[in-house]
C-alpha cells in the first residue's frame, strides 16, 4: 500500500509539473506577443509564491509594469532577485526597478538601482538613451556616471588600454607618393565595432581600391591588419606595437616561390599628416628595399 501511494505522490507531482511547464510556454508564447494581461495571468497562476523561475518572476513583473501595476511588478522583480538569477538577469531584474522608480518619480531610487545594475554588468546603453523612464534624471551627474560606467561595459574597447594606439590614423585623406605632390588614391579611416578596430577604405587613382581592418588582440598583446584588395590581392600584417610615433608591423608573404618578409611603417608625423612605408627582404632581413612610401594629408 505504501509503495502504492507513493507511486500515485510521484505521478502527481510529474502531472502538476508539467501542467506548469505548459502553463509557462503557453505565458512565455503570450509574452513574446506582447499580450501582458493574459501572459501576466497565467504566470500568477503558475508561478504562485513558491516558485524558484528567476526568469519567469522577471517576465511577470514586466507584464505588470506595463499593465501599470507599478508595486505588484517590483514585488515580482524582488522575487526574481531573490531566486539566485544569472549575472545577465540579476543586472537587468534591477534594472528594471530602477525603471519603476523612475516611472513613479523617485529619482533617488532609480539611480541606486540603475548603479546597482551596473556593478552587476547590465550593459542596454540603448535602453538609458531612449527610455523616458530616465528622462527626468539625464543631467544628474550621479546619472552621467552610472552612464560611463554602463558605456564601457557595453563598448569595453573604449576605455581598454592600447585600443586607441591607432586613432591618429583616423579620417578622411588625400595620399600622395612621399616627397612628391603626386596624388595616388584617397582614403576614408574609420572606427568601428565599437572602437574595437579601425576599418580603411582605400581607392586609387587608378581603378584600385581595398580595405583592411585593424584591431588591437587582447590575447597577443599586439595589433594586426587585414588587407583585401579589388585585385584580389591579401596580406596579414602582425606584431603591430605602437612605440616612439611610430605604428610598427611586420609582415610574411610568398611571391614567385620566394618568401618574403618587411615591415610596415605609420609614422604619426602631426594631427594632420601620416606617413605610411613598406620594405621588403628576399634575403630573411639581410637587404630591404621600398615597396612603397607615401603621405596622408588630413582632408580639410
Not at 506582447?34 to 497562476?45: D, L, P, R
Not at 579620417?171 to 572606427?191: A, K, N, P
Amino acid at each position: 500500500m505504501f509503495k502504492c501511494l507513493s507511486t500515485i505522490c510521484l505521478l502527481l507531482v510529474f502531472k502538476m509539473a508539467s501542467a506548469q511547464t505548459t502553463q509557462l510556454q503557453t505565458a512565455d508564447s503570450l509574452f513574446q506577443l506582447q499580450q501582458w494581461k493574459a501572459a501576466g495571468g497565467i504566470y500568477t497562476i503558475a508561478l504562485k509564491d513558491t516558485s524558484t523561475n528567476a526568469l519567469e518572476w522577471n517576465r511577470l513583473g514586466l507584464c505588470n509594469y506595463n499593465l501599470g501595476r507599478y508595486t505588484i511588478a517590483l514585488k515580482n522583480y524582488k522575487q526574481a532577485l531573490s531566486n539566485k538569477p544569472s549575472a545577465f538577469l540579476k543586472g537587468l531584474d534591477e534594472e528594471r526597478i530602477a525603471r519603476v522608480y523612475g516611472r513613479i518619480n523617485k529619482p533617488d531610487s532609480a539611480l541606486k538601482w540603475l548603479d546597482m545594475a551596473a556593478t552587476s554588468g547590465f550593459s542596454n546603453i540603448t535602453e538609458l538613451d531612449t527610455l523616458s523612464e530616465f528622462k527626468t534624471i539625464h543631467q544628474q551627474q550621479v546619472f552621467k556616471n552610472i552612464y560611463q560606467k554602463i558605456y564601457a561595459l557595453a563598448y569595453p574597447c573604449t576605455t581598454m588600454p592600447h585600443t586607441h594606439d591607432f586613432d591618429f590614423w583616423i579620417g578622411e585623406w588625400d595620399v600622395y607618393q612621399t616627397g612628391t605632390h603626386s596624388l595616388v588614391g584617397h582614403s576614408l579611416v574609420q572606427s568601428v565595432s565599437g572602437g574595437c578596430s579601425l576599418l580603411e577604405n582605400w581607392n586609387a587613382t587608378t581603378a584600385n581600391n581595398g580595405k583592411s581592418l585593424n584591431y588591437y588582440d587582447v590575447n597577443a598583446g599586439k595589433w594586426e591588419q587585414d588587407w583585401i584588395g579589388s585585385a584580389g590581392g591579401s596580406q596579414r600584417y602582425l606584431n603591430g606595437e605602437y612605440k616612439n610615433g611610430i605604428m610598427h608591423f611586420n609582415y610574411e608573404s610568398t611571391a614567385n616561390g620566394q618568401k618574403v618578409t618587411g615591415n610596415f611603417l605609420f609614422y604619426n608625423i602631426d594631427k594632420n599628416t601620416v606617413r605610411q612605408y613598406q620594405d621588403m627582404s628576399t634575403d630573411g632581413g639581410k637587404t630591404y628595399t621600398v615597396a612603397y612610401d607615401l603621405t596622408y594629408i588630413r582632408k580639410k
